[in-house]
């Protein structure tokens, strides 16, 4: 069978091959489709101009992965950082963050074509990255953290709140984790749970005490509401299983009641997961299996300075404080 040249074949191919073979999860490869879905938009306005074709019309537009060089991969990046065209009535500018990730795919593409033998040489491999600005993640402070549980009501209806809340900053896990954990992923006898995480990869994660009683709290209200049967943990009181959203409303909501940060959603809890245990002095290769981290420079972020282990240390050390 001949292997095809045509770049919105090859990238069909390159999509099958990211949710079959790496596991990638359905989300990532519909960004990783944007993405690329963007760059042949660009290299369709770059061979067949302007035209106001339609997406059928545009499929069947013959584009030669042999024609893209280095030159053109630029000029498309180039015009990431004024103004990308989505249509020819719409404009959109993008972050040094977005244009990175849009270089990171098409790193990923043009490396996956090189490997299947089907360009003779990457473009793609000399690319570079924007500079990203380093922003600190945010986070509570263990005093927040103490005030946020206080905070939520000890009745069977806030046992769902403390629970999620409580296995949030419990474990670290991730929001989309969180919410497709099985019953059957959670074992009380040794308290841990079974995580599936980014690219299908499963990892082991302690809670604790805390954690531990309010999710057996929270179960008796799930028997009620189970009508469905279902095996997943978290169910809402309609008997369905728990969407993002609503998880994140819920969330906001309670952390509106400790903290002015800008940002409340869950993942400031897995902030605060893993600030709090890095500031009490936890292994950061521990910490980076616990979160899923595949690198551990992805984990590094957390090292950040608190200002109050900062102030402390001053006092402590400084002749005139």
Same mark, same amino acid.
């Given at each position: 069978?001949?292997?095809?040249?045509?770049?919105?074949?090859?990238?069909?191919?390159?999509?099958?091959?990211?949710?079959?073979?790496? $596991?990638?999860?359905?989300?990532?490869? #519909?960004?990783? =489709?944007?993405?690329?879905?963007?760059?042949?938009?660009?290299?369709? &306005?770059?061979?067949?101009?302007?035209?106001?074709?339609?997406?059928?019309?545009?499929?069947?537009?013959?584009?030669?992965?042999?024609?893209?060089?280095?030159?053109?991969?630029?000029?498309?990046?180039?015009?990431?950082?004024? =103004?990308?065209?989505?249509?020819?009535?719409?404009?959109?500018?993008?972050?040094?963050?977005?244009?990175?990730? =849009?270089?990171?795919?098409?790193?990923?593409?043009?490396?996956?074509?090189?490997?299947?033998?089907? #360009?003779?040489?990457?473009?793609?491999?000399?690319?570079?990255?924007?500079?990203?600005?380093?922003?600190?993640?945010?986070?509570?402070?263990?005093?927040?953290?103490?005030?946020?549980?206080?905070?939520?009501?000890?009745?069977?209806?806030?046992?769902?709140?403390?629970?999620?809340?409580?296995?949030?900053?419990?474990?670290?896990?991730?929001?989309?984790?969180?919410?497709?954990? =099985?019953?059957?992923?959670?074992?009380?006898?040794?308290?841990?749970?079974?995580?599936?995480?980014?690219?299908?990869?499963?990892?082991?994660?302690?809670?604790?005490?805390?954690?531990?009683?309010?999710?057996?709290?929270?179960?008796?209200?799930?028997?009620?509401?189970?009508?469905?049967?279902?095996?997943?943990?978290?169910?809402?009181?309609?008997?369905?299983?728990?969407?993002?959203?609503?998880?994140?409303?819920?969330?906001?909501?309670?952390?509106?009641?400790?903290?002015? &940060?800008?940002?409340?959603?869950?993942?400031?809890?897995?902030?605060?997961?893993?600030?709090?245990?890095?500031?009490?002095?936890?292994? #950061?290769?521990?910490?980076?299996?616990?979160?899923?981290?595949?690198? &551990?420079?992805?984990?590094?972020?957390?090292?950040?300075? $608190?200002?109050?282990?900062?102030?402390?240390?001053?006092?402590?050390?400084?002749?005139?404080?």
């Amino acid at each position: 069978m001949l292997k095809s040249n045509n770049l919105v074949v090859l990238i069909k191919e390159y999509l099958d091959y990211l949710y079959i073979a790496r $596991n990638y999860s359905q989300n990532t490869v #519909i960004s990783y =489709k944007t993405d690329l879905k963007q760059f042949y938009n660009f290299m369709i &306005l770059t061979y067949h101009g302007e035209a106001d074709y339609s997406e059928e019309e545009k499929s069947k537009l013959n584009i030669d992965i042999n024609s893209i060089d280095i030159f053109i991969l630029k000029s498309f990046i180039s015009e990431l950082f004024e =103004k990308q065209k989505l249509d020819i009535k719409k404009t959109r500018k993008f972050s040094n963050r977005s244009v990175s990730r =849009k270089i990171s795919v098409l790193k990923s593409f043009f490396k996956y074509l090189y490997k299947k033998g089907i #360009i003779k040489s990457n473009p793609a491999s000399s690319l570079g990255f924007p500079k990203i600005a380093k922003k600190l993640p945010s986070y509570l402070s263990q005093n927040e953290i103490n005030k946020l549980l206080d905070k939520i009501g000890s009745d069977e209806l806030s046992f769902i709140d403390r629970a999620i809340i409580e296995l949030f900053y419990g474990t670290g896990i991730r929001l989309s984790e969180l919410i497709n954990l =099985k019953f059957s992923d959670v074992n009380f006898s040794n308290k841990t749970v079974k995580v599936l995480g980014k690219g299908s990869k499963q990892r082991i994660v302690p809670f604790g005490s805390k954690a531990d009683t309010a999710i057996k709290n929270y179960l008796h209200i799930r028997d009620i509401v189970n009508i469905n049967k279902l095996d997943t943990l978290f169910i809402s009181k309609k008997g369905k299983k728990f969407g993002p959203v609503e998880v994140r409303r819920m969330v906001n909501k309670n952390l509106s009641s400790v903290t002015d &940060l800008r940002k409340k959603s869950p993942h400031v809890l897995r902030h605060s997961f893993a600030t709090h245990l890095l500031d009490n002095g936890a292994d #950061i290769r521990a910490v980076k299996d616990l979160l899923g981290h595949e690198s &551990l420079s992805t984990t590094q972020i957390y090292t950040h300075v $608190n200002p109050e282990k900062l102030k402390k240390v001053y006092k402590q050390a400084h002749p005139k404080a």
